[in-house]
């Protein structure tokens, strides 16, 4: 039975940079129905800082953001209803 924070899809952006950290996972979230989840991996600095902001922005929910100790973070986030 998944849980209410198992995710659909998984994106690996650590080979990206701004802009297109952002342009991945709004490609990745366009793919998904309302209100599934899409777990990230994303590295320090610009994407950490950046990204979930961006997503909120687009009206998505951050549910988590995990440091993984190895210059990465995990990042789940549920996809807007409306969107």
């Known amino acids: 039975?998944?849980?209410d924070l198992e995710?659909?899809?998984t994106v690996d952006i650590t080979d990206c940079v701004c802009p297109m950290?952002?342009?991945k996972i709004k490609v990745a979230m366009d793919e998904l129905a309302g209100?599934?989840?899409?777990a990230v991996?994303?590295?320090?600095?610009?994407?950490?800082?950046?990204?979930p902001?961006?997503?909120k922005d687009e009206g998505h929910k951050v549910l988590r953001l995990l440091?993984?100790?190895?210059?990465?973070?995990g990042l789940l986030v549920k996809k807007s209803e409306e969107a």
Request: without cysteine; charged residues 20%; aromatic residues 6%.
């Open 1 to 3: 039975m998944p849980t």
């Open 53 to 55: 902001r961006s997503l």
């Open 35 to 38: 209100g599934a989840i899409l």
């Open 21 to 23: 950290t952002f342009v």
């Open 7 to 9: 995710p659909v899809a």
């Open 41 to 51: 991996r994303l590295n320090d600095g610009e994407p950490v800082q950046n990204l």
């Open 67 to 73: 440091d993984n100790q190895d210059g990465t973070y």
